[in-house]
């Protein structure tokens, strides 16, 4: 009898001492919705948990994202907006691609500064219903920057008009809180029921098999139509996003999933060039302006032979962009407006 | 996992032996069928073989009959393994050989059956020892047939003696605690090894030698050595899983692993690295050749013929002989210099050398062992080892190998040192079980996405 219970307050110390290092790793933050009668996000009661090393770029308490600290006049604002690579995944806030850019404006004497509205999962068409709660609220907007990649323009079986404004992952104000500190603080209860999920899923996952399992294989390559089927909800998509910026200038950056390492070798190819060079050329119809910047990773690699994806624990060339990404999507995107610093005429 | 939770709770309700015996019987088939169920019939065969040659053994003293009986045993066993492993091989060596005379050969698309090498061994040992009148043969069908099937080593060994194994079957097992304890501790050793370190250092290995080209000598020697620990954790975690699933049912099988990255020769590495094939090499091809007891030049050959069928056994490629014969010559090496027994008095930075010098060899080993042709070899080895362009390429040091190698040199030193007992828990400690589940816990947390199957279930 004393065996049994020795074994068994070994299995709950166990549990809760890996639930409590796992709390150290693990932060919670609420969920957010948009409310169109109050006109503002509310708190749904439910909670994520956001693992160490994602992204989480913080809210202020009115709800803009982001940005730290009050608006100053004399500043111009750029909002960059995307999905979980914005979101700066994996990169430390004050390495993310915002606040490069903020930093080598700075540096040359701009006023700019850079808001980041970016959310894991999100797309295009997310954004163009975040924009005028955005642009109401931010002065001296001086351009919309949204990095997209080819999933980000399409369809995916939903309409425009649907599914208006996305769950909000709502994160403290800074992102230091992230950390242990308010780990320790709270009651973490969210982290425990990860572990019993865990638990009950990874004994039916967790095979020693007598056979041979078969390798799980990786992501295969997705199955485009023709960019010709895409054109019409991309016009609409454009047209949609011109609208919602309220005549604020937009400025589409293209980030290809390249270069990569495969089949021995780096290939600096895009995979899904030809989607993507219709989009853009649909954007030159629309007068929307674009960048690609298949062209800018692949100089970086070609130079330095490192990748501006991945990480040391992810395989090189895959995944999110790590620093040296950030750095240079901010270094193209200040550069670009430097350079043109009105927006293109349509065609040129 | 079910399925050893279903088992061991049979064993610890049903006390009586036989019952026991043809459960587990019945399971080994089960377990054996799960993979494919058609090759059941085959590991039947080659125990029917062996059993009945046991038996014919037995009940002649009759010198050519004797022979004769084990010819067949030999021939029945190496040829289904011949058949089933090397026919394409060999098939495919000829057609490169007769292609330039416009020839062709074709190949029969044959599937390998899991741990064939594994079980043909098993068996085949049996039979020699019976042979040699080492062994009295067995009557009991039941028995050999559990002997030759126990799931827990069927598919990736180690290679159980029937001298060891089939004493043990003869009476019921008691199953207490502390077996199970004992069970329990190494089947998560086991585990850990597998999942936690060697699944976590394939990612890496296999990455690094599928893009073998583009990375610079760095990364290429995060690969390598990321394969070293891999091949290592991958096999002996599962052999630790498996002693330890048989020691929780009451049966002992020996050591197969014991820090062989401690080795200050290659001939101590093969004291310690899959010892049950080792040990089987040497009883019943070295010995029989004529070991160490026909003039130092034949006992060279001897090591290197040992050696090249060693390398053969683990597969069916050229790449696989090289490797066993590389390891042959440095057997004849470190016995031409007396290595072996030199080292084992000398001071710390001789055994040192000594140690730097086998660890060169044994990774130089993996090298050609991992890649699929001598091309990919060579190309991994150039990158290793060009100081010129040594810095030219990709540079990737992956987290996976950061920790976890550091990980197993750190239980490999130790291993070496008066701490050595450190790791071993002991069940009336406390913090037994808090350690044990938090390291299952660990491995439910950190398991990699994708399965990684076992490295020797493809032997």
Redesign the interface.
């Known amino acids: 009898m004393r065996?049994l219970v020795?074994?068994v307050?070994?299995?709950v110390?166990?549990?809760l001492?890996?639930w409590a290092v796992?709390t150290a790793g693990i932060s919670e933050v609420s969920n957010r919705q948009w409310n169109e009668l109050v006109g503002d996000y509310i708190v749904t009661g439910r909670r994520s948990a956001v693992g160490e090393g994602r992204g989480t770029v913080c809210f202020r308490d009115d709800g803009i994202q982001g940005v730290s600290g009050p608006f100053s006049p004399d500043e111009q604002h750029v909002v960059f907006w995307g999905d979980s690579f914005v979101e700066s995944f994996n990169v430390g806030d004050e390495k993310s691609l915002y606040r490069r850019f903020t930093e080598l404006a700075r540096a040359e004497g701009y006023p700019w500064r850079a808001v980041a509205v970016a959310q894991s999962g999100r797309d295009i068409s997310h954004h163009i219903h975040l924009m005028p709660f955005y642009r109401e609220r931010i002065p001296n907007l001086k351009a919309h920057v949204l990095l997209f990649s080819v999933w980000d323009v399409l369809p995916n079986g939903r309409t425009l008009l649907e599914d208006a404004r996305p769950v909000c992952r709502w994160a403290p104000r800074r992102p230091g809180l992230l950390r242990l500190r308010p780990a320790i603080q709270a009651y973490r209860l969210q982290t425990f029921w990860e572990?019993l999920n865990?638990?009950k899923t990874?004994?039916g996952?967790?095979?020693?098999?007598?056979?041979?399992?078969?390798?799980?294989t990786?992501q295969g390559d997705q199955e485009f139509e023709s960019a010709d089927a895409y054109r019409p909800f991309w016009r609409e998509l454009l047209k949609e996003l011109t609208a919602q910026a309220g005549g604020q200038r937009v400025v589409l950056m293209y980030h290809p999933r390249c270069p990569q390492?495969?089949?021995?070798?780096?290939v600096y190819a895009d995979d899904n060039a030809r989607l993507a060079q219709a989009f853009m050329q649909v954007c030159a119809e629309q007068g929307v302006e674009v960048l690609d910047l298949t062209r800018t990773f692949a100089d970086y690699t070609r130079r330095t032979?490192?990748?501006a994806h991945g990480?040391?624990?992810t395989?090189?060339g895959k995944g999110h962009w790590n620093e040296a990404g950030h750095r240079l999507i901010a270094k193209t995107a200040f550069q670009y407006l430097v350079d043109h610093p009105q927006p293109k005429a349509p065609q040129e | 996992?079910l399925?050893?939770a279903v088992t061991m709770a049979f064993l610890y309700v049903v006390r009586n032996n036989r019952a026991r015996k043809l459960f587990l019987l019945v399971a080994s088939y089960y377990?054996?069928a799960?993979?494919?169920w058609r090759f059941c019939g085959l590991l039947l065969i080659i125990t029917a073989v062996n059993f009945l040659a046991g038996l014919g053994l037995k009940r002649t003293d009759h010198r050519g009959k004797r022979t004769a009986l084990l010819v067949v045993s030999l021939v029945c066993s190496l040829g289904m393994l011949g058949f089933f492993k090397y026919f394409n091989f060999f098939v495919d060596s000829f057609q490169a050989m007769v292609a330039p005379l416009g020839l062709h050969v074709h190949t029969l698309r044959i599937i390998l059956p899991?741990g064939i090498s594994f079980y043909t061994f098993q068996s085949l040992s049996y039979t020699i020892d019976v042979y040699r009148r080492q062994l009295k043969a067995t009557d009991d069908f039941w028995d050999f047939a559990l002997f030759v099937s126990f799931?827990p080593q069927l598919?990736a060994g180690p290679i159980v003696r029937a001298s060891d194994f089939l004493p043990q079957l003869e009476s019921a097992r008691s199953l207490t605690?502390s077996r199970l304890f004992l069970g329990f501790r190494q089947f998560t050793y086991g585990?850990v090894k597998?999942?936690l370190i060697a699944d976590h250092l394939a990612m890496v290995s296999d990455?690094v030698f599928?893009?073998?080209?583009?990375f610079?000598g760095w990364t290429t020697w995060v690969g390598v050595l990321s394969y070293t620990g891999q091949i290592y954790c991958d096999f002996s975690g599962y052999t630790d899983?498996a002693i330890g699933t048989a020691r929780a049912m009451g049966y002992d099988f020996c050591k197969n692993f014991d820090h062989p990255y401690t080795a200050t020769t290659v001939t101590t590495f093969w004291h310690k690295w899959h010892i049950s094939l080792s040990t089987w090499l040497r009883d019943y091809l070295y010995i029989p050749l004529g070991g160490n007891r026909k003039g130092r030049v034949r006992t060279y050959v001897n090591q290197l013929v040992t050696m090249v069928l060693g390398g053969l056994w683990h597969g069916a490629a050229w790449t696989f002989v090289f490797w066993g014969g590389f390891h042959g010559l440095a057997l004849a090496f470190d016995k031409r210099l007396n290595l072996h027994k030199r080292l084992k008095t000398a001071a710390l930075p001789w055994r040192f050398l000594g140690w730097a010098h086998t660890m060169l060899i044994v990774v130089v080993g993996w090298v050609f062992f991992r890649s699929q042709s001598f091309q990919a070899a060579w190309t991994c080895l150039t990158k290793m080892f060009d100081v010129v362009h040594f810095n030219?390429?990709?540079?990737?040091?992956?987290?996976?190998f950061?920790v976890c190698v550091p990980v197993l040199a750190f239980t490999h030193a130790i291993s070496v040192t008066r701490w050595k007992n450190l790791l071993a828990l002991r069940a009336n400690r406390?913090?037994?079980?808090?350690?044990?589940?938090?390291l299952?816990?660990?491995?439910?947390?950190f398991?990699p996405?994708?399965?990684?199957?076992?490295i020797y279930?493809?032997f």
């Open positions: 065996v020795l074994w307050l070994g299995l110390i166990a549990t001492l890996v796992g572990l865990l638990m990874s004994f996952g967790l095979r020693v098999r007598p056979g041979p399992a078969g390798t799980a990786g390492i495969k089949r021995g070798r780096i032979s490192r990748f990480f040391s624990d395989f090189p | 996992m399925f050893i377990f054996y799960y993979w494919d899991v799931f598919v605690r585990l597998k999942v990455f599928q893009n073998m080209g583009v610079d899983m030219e390429g990709v540079h990737w040091i992956a987290l996976q950061l406390w913090y037994t079980p808090v350690i044990l589940f938090a299952v816990w660990l491995v439910l947390l398991q996405k994708e399965f990684a199957p076992f279930f493809q």
